[in-house]
């Protein structure tokens, strides 16, 4: 899973020191830089990274960073359920075209549902759009012709 991602920084913030016998002293500063981070596994990278702070107009910091990043609070994506196994999602949050019949196998045409058993019509959505679906079915299972017709 070696993978890289380039990136910029810009801020800004203020840059003091203090001595006994010097006093204090605080200024302004904006910093900008770019860098690399290198990803060696899903938690983890390693970064590589260049930044120049400016502290008034003539003064510049330049800093080589190397450092690691880890992602402590990286969820891992689970995969949407399916009960009936028809590759159409149940039901759920995230879900924008869920199964209509969840604990039967059915198509995407039928909106997760069998088709009709009658061979009759079933509306259906294309993108939106509605439409009828005539079907005939053969006698192996599974075989399905179809034609799609606007609806008036």
């Known amino acids: 899973m070696l993978s890289f991602a380039p990136y910029l920084v ?41 930044r120049d702070s400016m502290l008034r107009r003539d003064t510049h910091h330049l800093t080589l960073n190397l450092g690691v990043s880890l992602m402590l609070l990286r969820g891992r ?39 009709p058993a009658d061979g009759g019509e079933f509306p259906i959505r294309y993108h939106g759009a509605g439409a009828t679906l005539r079907s005939e079915f053969g006698r192996s299972r599974g075989s399905l012709a179809s034609r799609r017709e606007p609806v008036s």
């Open 77 to 115: 994506q689970r995969p949407l359920a399916d009960r009936d196994h028809d590759g159409i999602p149940d039901p759920g949050p995230g879900v924008r075209f869920p199964d209509q019949c969840p604990e039967t196998p059915g198509f995407y045409e039928f909106d997760g549902c069998p088709p």
């Open 10 to 50: 810009f801020g800004n913030g203020l840059v003091g020191q203090g001595s006994g016998t010097l006093g204090a002293d605080i200024d302004a500063a904006i910093n900008f830089g770019g860098g690399i981070k290198l990803h060696v596994h899903r938690r983890v990278a390693l970064r590589v990274e260049l």
